[in-house]
C-alpha cells in the first residue's frame, strides 16, 4: 500500500498559467462545500492541518495544490454550491474547472466526494459528466460514512455501484468507496487505488471499437 511520508503545501493557483512548473502527476480532490475534502486530504496524510477546514464554505477559490512524498501531487479543487457565491464568481469556476480537466494526461485520478447521507446534486452530476467527457478517472468517496447506520450504508454504496459502476456503465467510475476520519475507514481502499493509478503510465485514449 502507498505510504505517505512527506505532504506539503505547495501552492495555489487562480488562473492556469499558475500552475507548477515541475509536471508531476495529480491526484485531484473534488466535490461540493463541506463535504468533507479537506479532512480527507488530512487523514490520507496523516496530518491534522495540512489542508485547512474552511470556516467559510465557497470562500477559497483557488485550486491548491500540495506535493506527496516529493513525487505526484494532491490537488485541491474548489468547493462547489455555496449558495452565497455570486453568478459571476461561479462562471469563473467553471471556466478554471474546465479548463483544469482538460490537460487530460497529468490527472492520474480523480475523487468525487458525495456525502454518504445524500442524493448526488445536480452539480456533482455534472462534475460526473464532465470527468467522463474529458476521460478522467474517477473514485466515488462516499464521506461521512460514519452517520448511516451500518445496513444502511451497504445499500447505499450498492446503489452507487448500480448507478456509477455497474456492469451496464462503461464509464470512467473506477469504484465505489465509503470513507469516514473516525477509524480512519476507507484509507487504506483509497490508498490502494492511488497507488494503481499512480503506477499506470498515461496511454493514449481509449478508442471505440
Ligand atoms: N462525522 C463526520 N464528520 C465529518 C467527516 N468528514 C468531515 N466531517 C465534518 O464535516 C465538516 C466539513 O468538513 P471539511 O473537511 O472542512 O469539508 P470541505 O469543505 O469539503 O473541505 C467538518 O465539520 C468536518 O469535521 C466524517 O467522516 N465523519
Ligand atoms: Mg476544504
Not at 499558475?18 to 488530512?42: C, H, M, T
Not at 456525502?115 to 474529458?134: C, G, I, S, V
Amino acid at each position: 500500500m502507498l505510504k505517505i511520508t512527506s505532504a506539503e503545501f505547495l501552492q495555489g493557483v487562480a488562473d492556469l498559467r499558475q500552475l507548477p512548473k515541475n509536471e508531476l502527476r495529480e491526484i485531484v480532490f473534488i466535490g461540493r462545500s463541506n463535504v468533507g475534502k479537506s479532512s480527507l486530504l488530512n487523514k490520507l496524510c496523516n496530518k491534522k492541518n495540512l489542508a485547512r477546514s474552511s470556516s467559510t464554505p465557497g470562500k477559497t477559490r483557488e485550486i491548491n495544490y500540495y506535493i506527496v512524498n516529493n513525487g505526484f501531487y494532491f490537488v485541491d479543487l474548489p468547493g462547489y454550491g455555496y449558495a452565497k457565491v455570486p453568478e459571476q464568481m461561479r462562471a469563473g469556476w467553471k471556466k478554471l474547472i474546465e479548463e483544469f480537466l482538460q490537460r487530460g494526461e497529468p490527472i492520474a485520478l480523480a475523487m468525487q466526494l458525495i456525502d454518504a447521507r445524500q442524493e448526488p446534486t445536480p452539480l456533482d452530476l455534472m462534475m460526473m459528466d464532465w470527468l467522463e467527457y474529458y476521460e478522467v478517472p474517477y473514485l466515488l468517496v462516499l464521506t461521512k460514512s460514519d452517520k448511516l447506520p451500518f445496513s444502511k450504508l451497504g445499500k447505499t454504496v450498492e446503489a452507487y455501484r448500480e448507478r456509477f459502476h455497474g456492469q451496464l456503465t462503461e464509464g470512467c467510475c473506477h469504484g465505489v468507496v465509503p470513507f469516514s476520519i473516525l477509524k480512519a475507514e476507507g484509507r487504506v481502499d483509497v490508498l490502494k487505488i492511488i497507488e494503481e493509478h499512480l503506477s499506470e503510465r498515461p496511454q493514449a485514449k481509449k478508442k471505440a471499437v
